[in-house]
């Protein structure tokens, strides 16, 4: 167990800020280096339209021990992968045995049930090579009477789009139900069929014995920065006011720990926290669901933003980690912080904010679960664009096509004496580095989505100053 707890710190290990060597973490030691992936990272889960849903299904069950406790093993995997070159061979079957631990996090506590309630989650897997794989999770009881083990199913995949994963797992609880033989079929027309563009609709054929052929529709989002997130869930539970100091909290890459009963709640809401940073990402450790194995995550150093069962907060509690926030999603409140949270963005900024989040959680019966994750973005976004959106004017452009970003100007550019005070820290973030990297690398900017809104600013403001 010790082993793979070591696989995965050094697995997610990434590198640092620009310029900053990577640090090594001996296995021997505990969690010494903040992984550097990034949160929803664009690049990689985001992927383009036309490749494949999923690398493969595993299902999970629990075995029972000598010592008569139960161990997730996995029981079924599809499609069972062939011809991989011996590296790769190693590093699947290593993530192979860690998987079972995030669908399982809660360790030796698991039991044999006789009521259950399905809950969905998901997970993030980060190869030594930087590459990624998100962890789609069901965990359900088998249909059947008396005591029985719970299960999950588990579909792992580089492409980040919970809801439409979600639907996915739906189809294969369905099925599940009726059995076994019944999910694999499913399973192989999806992995036939090409992921489909944003906006767009793939139709896959399933047989279902008694019921015929069923056509099942699944549509990808229209934009693609919040196909991995649903702010809903973190609205049910937190108060605008609490949000806005997990994400002053998140802006400062600070260090982050989210409690909850549920897996789905954790999953949910530590994925709504890092979708609230875009055109940002999270760029150090990231567990949505840490399993109990690897609870001296919350003793490293570095920033971290995780998630872990309620029933450990005795634990984590004992544990020597430095300052932290963290947050009781059952509760809805704040069980420990540094005390500067409601100072740390431009006050006025803060207010608009606070007030768009006040109407959006007053009237979130109102909208669809879409319509409120582009409301809510957009309150989020609409500060970025405010804060740094004049970043394009301050990269000086060489004649060989190399961008040098100008930082000082950069900082000064901004009228508002606080705005200036919170760019000078929010610039020296591993989030805002790394950004900027690519905005350096060409003139073709990463994120369009971002852009349109930096040019729709500017474009008001201009009409704002003829009229």
Same mark, same amino acid.
Not at 145 to 171: M, N, Q, T
Not at 252 to 261: D, G, M, V, Y
């Given at each position: 167990?010790?082993?793979?707890?070591?696989?995965?710190?050094?697995?997610?290990?990434?590198?640092?800020?620009?310029?900053?060597?990577?640090?090594?973490?001996?296995?021997?030691?505990?969690?010494?280096?903040?992984?550097?992936?990034?949160?929803?990272?664009?690049?990689?889960?985001?992927?383009?339209?036309?490749?494949? +849903?999923?690398?493969?299904?595993?299902?999970? %069950?629990?075995?029972?021990?000598?010592?008569?406790?139960?161990?997730?093993?996995?029981?079924?995997? +599809?499609?069972?992968?062939?011809?991989?070159?011996?590296?790769?061979?190693?590093?699947?079957?290593?993530?192979?045995?860690?998987?079972?631990?995030?669908? +399982?996090?809660?360790?030796?506590? %698991?039991? &044999?049930?006789?009521?259950?309630? !399905?809950?969905?989650?998901?997970?993030?897997?980060?190869?030594?090579?930087?590459?990624?794989?998100?962890?789609?999770?069901?965990?359900?009881?088998?249909?059947?009477?008396?005591?029985?083990?719970?299960?999950?199913?588990?579909? /792992?995949?580089?492409?980040?789009?919970?809801? @439409?994963?979600?639907?996915?797992?739906?189809?294969?609880?369905?099925?599940?139900?009726? !059995?076994?033989?019944? /999910?694999?079929?499913?399973?192989?027309?999806?992995?036939?069929? &090409?992921?489909?563009?944003?906006?767009?609709?793939?139709?896959?054929?399933?047989?279902?014995?008694?019921?015929?052929?069923?056509?099942?529709? @699944?549509?990808?989002?229209?934009?693609?920065?919040?196909?991995?997130?649903?702010?809903?869930? @973190?609205?049910?539970?937190?108060?605008? %006011?609490? /949000?806005?100091?997990?994400?002053? !909290?998140?802006?400062?890459?600070?260090?982050?720990?989210?409690?909850?009963?549920?897996?789905?709640?954790? %999953?949910?809401?530590?994925?709504?926290?890092?979708?609230?940073?875009?055109?940002?990402?999270?760029?150090?450790?990231?567990?949505?669901?840490?399993?109990?194995?690897?609870?001296?995550?919350?003793?490293?150093?570095?920033?971290?933003?995780?998630?872990?069962?309620?029933?450990?907060? #005795?634990?984590?509690?004992?544990?020597?980690?430095?300052?932290?926030?963290?947050?009781?999603?059952?509760?809805? *409140?704040?069980?420990?912080?540094?005390?500067?949270?409601?100072?740390?963005?431009?006050?006025?900024?803060?207010?608009?904010? @606070?007030?768009?989040?006040?109407?959006?959680?007053?009237?979130?019966?109102?909208?669809?679960?879409?319509?409120?994750?582009?409301?809510?973005?957009?309150?989020?976004?609409?500060?970025?664009?405010?804060?740094?959106?004049?970043?394009?004017?301050?990269?000086?452009?060489?004649?060989?096509?190399?961008?040098?970003?100008?930082?000082?100007?950069?900082?000064?550019?901004?009228?508002?004496?606080?705005?200036?005070?919170?760019?000078?820290? +929010?610039? *020296?973030?591993?989030?805002?580095?790394?950004?900027?990297?690519?905005?350096?690398?060409?003139? /073709?900017?990463?994120?369009?989505?971002?852009?349109?809104?930096?040019?729709?600013?500017? #474009?008001?403001?201009?009409?704002?100053?003829?009229?």
């Amino acid at each position: 167990m010790a082993s793979i707890g070591n696989f995965f710190r050094r697995s997610l290990r990434r590198s640092g800020r620009k310029g900053g060597p990577e640090e090594s973490c001996g296995a021997e030691k505990q969690p010494c280096r903040a992984p550097q992936g990034k949160a929803g990272e664009r690049s990689s889960l985001l992927a383009a339209a036309g490749q494949f +849903f999923f690398e493969y299904l595993v299902v999970v %069950s629990l075995k029972k021990t000598p010592d008569g406790l139960y161990e997730p093993k996995i029981s079924y995997q +599809f499609p069972k992968r062939e011809h991989l070159l011996r590296g790769q061979r190693e590093e699947e079957e290593r993530l192979l045995q860690a998987i079972p631990l995030f669908c +399982f996090p809660d360790g030796s506590s %698991s039991a &044999p049930a006789c009521d259950f309630r !399905s809950e969905t989650f998901s997970f993030v897997l980060t190869n030594a090579d930087g590459s990624r794989k998100i962890g789609y999770c069901r965990r359900l009881l088998p249909s059947g009477r008396g005591v029985r083990l719970p299960e999950v199913f588990c579909i /792992i995949s580089c492409l980040g789009c919970f809801g @439409l994963f979600s639907k996915i797992l739906d189809e294969v609880e369905k099925r599940r139900q009726i !059995s076994m033989a019944v /999910i694999y079929p499913f399973m192989q027309g999806l992995r036939e069929a &090409p992921f489909p563009a944003p906006g767009k609709t793939v139709t896959i054929k399933s047989f279902i014995p008694d019921s015929g052929t069923e056509l099942i529709e @699944l549509t990808r989002p229209l934009d693609a920065h919040l196909e991995h997130v649903e702010f809903q869930a @973190l609205l049910q539970r937190l108060s605008p %006011s609490l /949000i806005l100091h997990i994400f002053a !909290s998140a802006v400062l890459e600070r260090r982050l720990i989210f409690l909850a009963q549920e897996l789905s709640v954790l %999953s949910q809401c530590i994925h709504a926290v890092a979708a609230l940073l875009y055109p940002f990402t999270w760029a150090h450790t990231y567990i949505p669901v840490v399993p109990e194995c690897l609870l001296d995550t919350v003793c490293c150093p570095t920033p971290f933003m995780v998630g872990i069962q309620m029933r450990h907060l #005795e634990r984590v509690l004992e544990q020597p980690m430095e300052e932290a926030l963290i947050v009781d999603l059952c509760e809805g *409140k704040i069980i420990r912080a540094l005390g500067d949270e409601e100072e740390i963005l431009p006050s006025k900024l803060q207010s608009e904010m @606070l007030s768009s989040l006040s109407r959006h959680n007053n009237n979130n019966n109102e909208h669809t679960p879409e319509q409120l994750n582009t409301l809510v973005s957009e309150a989020f976004v609409q500060f970025f664009v405010r804060v740094v959106g004049h970043y394009p004017s301050h990269i000086k452009w060489s004649r060989g096509g190399s961008g040098s970003f100008q930082e000082r100007p950069f900082c000064k550019a901004l009228g508002s004496k606080a705005a200036r005070r919170f760019l000078k820290r +929010f610039v *020296k973030t591993n989030m805002f580095c790394l950004f900027i990297q690519e905005a350096e690398r060409s003139r /073709i900017p990463q994120e369009a989505y971002f852009q349109r809104k930096i040019a729709e600013y500017q #474009e008001q403001k201009k009409h704002r100053r003829d009229s």
